[in-house]
Structure formats: C-alpha cells, structure tokens
C-alpha cells in the first residue's frame, strides 16, 4: 500500500473473509473500553440525519492514540428495508492514518457492526453477568442475535437458550443457524417475549430500534440476579422495568444523555455508571447475586475503529481486498 496514493476497499465478502474471530473482536473492544476509561480517545458525539420514521443515518467519528487508528462510520439504520430485501443497518466504515490523515481503507461497514456490538455484548456479560448464567433470552432473532449469542457463549457457560421473534420463521431459521454453530447449548422456540424473559439469566434485546416503542418487558418478569442486554436502545424495556433495576450502565454517558434530548430513553434512570469506568476499577461491578443489572450499550465508533484497523491489518497480510488510487 502507498500511503496517500491509494485505499483499500473492502466488501462485505471481503471483510467477512478476513476472519476475525469473535475472541479477537472481544479483546478489541475491551482494549477501546479500558482506553475510554482512561481518557486516551476522542470521540465527538455523532450527529444524525433522520429522513424517516424509526430511520436513522449517523456519522460516528473517533481516535485511540494507542491504537493508533481514527476514523468514520457512516451508518444507517431503516426498519422497513426488508421490503426491498435490504438489510437493516448499511454503510461504511472509513480508517485513516492517524500521523498523516490520509484515508487507508474503505471497508463496508454492516459485518463489523453486527460482530463488535456481540462482541460488547460478550464484555459486559464477562463482567456484569452472574457467573453461573445459564439460561439466556434472545429476543429478536435477526442478524445481531447471531453475534449477541456466538459472544454471550464465549464469555459465560450457557446451556440453555429461548428464542422469540414476531416472525416465527425467523425463529426456525435462527435455532437451526445456531445449533450447527453451537451444538453444545439446548435451543427452546417460545411463544412471547415473557416466555422468554422468566427464568432467563441473560436477556438481550434485539428488535429495531424505535423512537415511540410500546415495550413489553415488565420488571415482574425479570429474575434475581439477571443481566438485561438491550440492543435495540428501550424498544422492549418499560420504564419501570429499567427503573427497578439495581445498576444501570451505559456504554458512554454523554451519549445516553444527548439520545434523551432527541425523545429516546423518556422512563429509563440516570447512569449508574460507564464500562469504561468498570473496567478501569473506578466504580464497582456486580456486588450481589441478586442485583439485576442492565447494560445499556448504544454503540460507540471507538468500538468500529478498534474492530475495523485488525481488519484492515489482516487483510493487508492475507491479500484481501482491492487497491484504488485515490
């Protein structure tokens, strides 16, 4: 590669032929976690265009000086995308030299943020779940459920997982994607979101993320001790049932409370605390069997970047990809 003379352009193929495996995405976004709680990124909250009704586009730039990478996702999110057989979340993902500033890579950005949002799904389980967690609710069982469970495996021994979505095919095809993929875990097909919430250790979330939800998930259904994982911001979350929680951590405070000001989380409690600041020991993880907790993580383009320069590394060893001059 000439560095200011020419990108390397990714495609989802490509990208998904790299290969990152979910143990090295975890270690990445654990690595930007503990750098944010040091305060050795930038990160500027990202602005957002809103061209349609639960519909989102949002520029999501960000440094880690130790890493060595900055960049840009541009992203979208529409829900109503699979009546054009489009997925729901699109875009790129743009690397530059941090000495120069030059663009490195252009790397289609849908693959990374399905693996790195498992992936600090899988981080803040390794931390805040109850470590015999057995048991765990996957609500929603679109492209992120895969990623959600293939990191919630890793970081605690599951055995048990109950799935639910509107679409009952959806559900048939998820728990035979899975069980090829981890055949060691019992798959049970529930009838409602309760169904799966009761009893489960670990619950995640996982719908589209809407501005006016009508959720569900009431805090009679949560058991002692679980470790809730919405993906899909308060979609399915009543008020009451964020409120009753013990602990309530987000990914990045700022950005939880400037979602406020657009008219998301109108019920949910103040932060209890970031990740950043848990794994950097300056505020206490789970301290009871008992608590029931809830990470709230939104997605932070730190958590892009650190993902997406492996990649990028990795590709340039493997060949992957194709070289444009700029």
Known sequence: ????????????????????????TMEAVEQAFVEKGHGRFQMPPKPGLYTRDDAFIHAMPAYLPEVKVAGLKWVSGYPENVRYGLPYINGLLILNCPETGVPLAVMDCVWVTAQRTGAVSGVTAKYLARKDSAVAAIIGCGVQARTQLAALALARGLKVVKCYDINPRQVDLYIQEMQAKLPHLEFVAV?????????????????????E????????????????????????????????CDKFY????NQFEYYRTVGYFKGAPKAFADMGQLLTGRVP?????????IG?????????????????????????????PL
């Open 1 to 24: 590669m000439q560095k200011g003379k020419e990108i390397l352009y990714l495609s989802f193929t490509d990208v998904k032929a790299v290969n990152l495996s979910m143990e090295e």
């Open 191 to 211: 009838g409602s979101a309760q169904e799966a919430v009761v009893d489960s250790d670990i619950v995640v979330t996982a719908g589209p993320i809407l501005k």
């Open 213 to 244: 939800p009508n959720p569900p998930i009431e805090l009679s259904w949560l058991k002692e001790g679980v470790l809730g994982l919405p993906i899909d911001f308060d979609s399915y979350w009543k008020p009451e049932a964020m409120q009753g």
């Open 250 to 253: 987000v990914d990045d405070e």
């Open 285 to 293: 993880g789970r301290e009871s069997e008992k608590e029931r907790i």
């Open 296 to 324: 709230m993580n939104l997605g932070l383009a730190i958590m892009d970047i650190a993902t997406g320069i492996r990649i990028y590394r990795r590709a340039l060893e493997k060949g992957i990809g194709t070289k444009l």
